[in-house]
Structures are given as C-alpha cells and as structure tokens.
C-alpha cells in the first residue's frame, strides 16, 4: 500500500510562499505523484502532477528528489482564497486504485 | 473546460431504501471512479470502473454497493438498504487514460443523509 504522509495542519500569511512536504516511502517505479486542493462541500481538484525533478504550472510547482521518495508543492504568493485541504496521491498495488491520505489543512490568514 | 457532474446535489432517504447516485463522467473519459467522504474526515476510495467492468474496490464496497454504466453517458453508484453510516458525500470522478498517470477529475459530490 503506497501511503502517504502529510502534516495535518500549515498557517500562513498572505503573499507569502507555502511549501506541503509529502512523504510516500514505498512509491512504485512507475507512479507518478499527483496533487489536489479540496474546498468545504467541493470536490477535490487536480493542481499538479510530476514524476521526478520539478514540474511548474500556472498555479504551483512540484519538487520531487532523486529517491522520489517525498514530494514538496510549492505554493508561490498565497492568497486568503488559497485556504483549502491539499492532498497528495501516489498510485496504489491495484491497476486503478488511488488512496487519498488525510491531507493539510492549509489556513492562510490575512 | 469540460466537467463532471453529479445528480442529485442533495439526497435525503430513510435507512432501508435504495438510492441511486448519478454521474456524467467527461465525455471522452474512460475511466470512472466513486469516492466517498464521511464529514470531516478523508477522502475515501470506492471502486473504480474500465470498459464496463469494475478494475479495483476497496473493502467499503460491499455486496450493498453496485455501479454501473447503463448507458453512452452516465455512471451511476446504487446503494442496496442504506444504513445511518453511509451517510456522506459521494463524489464521482473520471480520467482519460491510464489511471496511475491521468489526474482524476472530480465532480462536486452528492450528500447522502441517511435518517
């Protein structure tokens, strides 16, 4: 079961650049990592998705180590509408099974 | 931007009854999925579906718990004798290829209360 760890909880100020570690130790060569931001009553939406390196959209970038054993979103500048849970996914031992963890609640104050 | 979406948004059943829970997936999508999450907690895998089979379910998705793709269009998840614990949001999402590289795609859920 390819689990994934996250903090639970993260603060932060407005314009300011928020990084969300997650781990996920037994990752299988050929999952890619992907990441979701999920509003109260909403669905969660797809932010990013990387293999390894670096990968850098409109919204976010995604760190992700040679070992690929951890994964880093980078939020740059959040904004008070920013404030949502982010979760990190890693495909799981099943052909089409993906394991959502308990995510981070991320607040973003004013 | 194409998007799924779900019916109702809201469903309100007494313990016992059958519901069905409906979806549009994205229409060139391929793969189809059911989540469900209990308030406050995480998002929970249900089963998934390919080419009018189920690829994987998680040991929630019991004998009381059935999908399927009746037609061209929609995806639908039935829930046999609902009980006072499957109360919660049930969210269907869709992807357009293999599932460990295509992002999924979420609808914005149907809240199921059980009374």
């Known amino acids: 079961l390819a689990k994934t760890t996250q903090p639970i909880s993260m603060d932060s100020y407005e314009g300011q650049e928020v990084n969300i570690t997650c781990s996920h130790n037994?990752?299988?060569?050929?999952?890619?990592i992907t990441w979701y931001q999920q509003f109260p009553s909403q669905g969660p939406r797809f932010i990013i998705q990387?293999?390894?390196t670096k990968v850098t959209n409109e919204v976010a970038s995604l760190f992700i180590p040679a070992d690929r054993k951890s994964s880093t979103l980078s939020l740059p500048r959040v904004s008070l509408s920013d404030t949502a849970v982010y979760y990190c996914?890693?495909?799981?031992?099943?052909?089409?099974?993906?394991?959502f963890g308990s995510g981070t609640k991320l607040n973003v104050k004013p | 931007e194409p998007e799924v979406t779900q019916t109702p948004s809201h469903q309100v059943t007494q313990m016992g009854q059958e519901v069905i829970l409906r979806c549009v997936p994205i229409s060139n999508h391929l793969y189809f999925y059911w989540y469900r999450q209990i308030l406050g907690q995480k998002v929970e895998f249900l089963v998934s579906f390919y080419n009018n089979e189920i690829s994987e379910k998680s040991e929630i998705f019991d004998d009381q718990f059935s999908v399927e793709r009746p037609d061209g269009s929609n995806f639908t998840l039935k829930i046999r004798s609902t009980k006072l614990e499957d109360s919660a949001m049930y969210f269907c999402?869709?992807?357009?290829?293999?599932?460990?590289?295509?992002?999924?795609?979420f609808g914005n859920g149907t809240r199921l209360t059980v009374t």
């Open positions: 999402a869709s992807s357009d290829g293999q599932g460990r590289n295509s992002p999924l795609h």
């Open positions: 990387g293999y390894k």
């Open positions: 996914l890693v495909g799981d031992e099943g052909f089409n099974k993906f394991y």
């Open positions: 037994n990752i299988a060569t050929n999952d890619y």
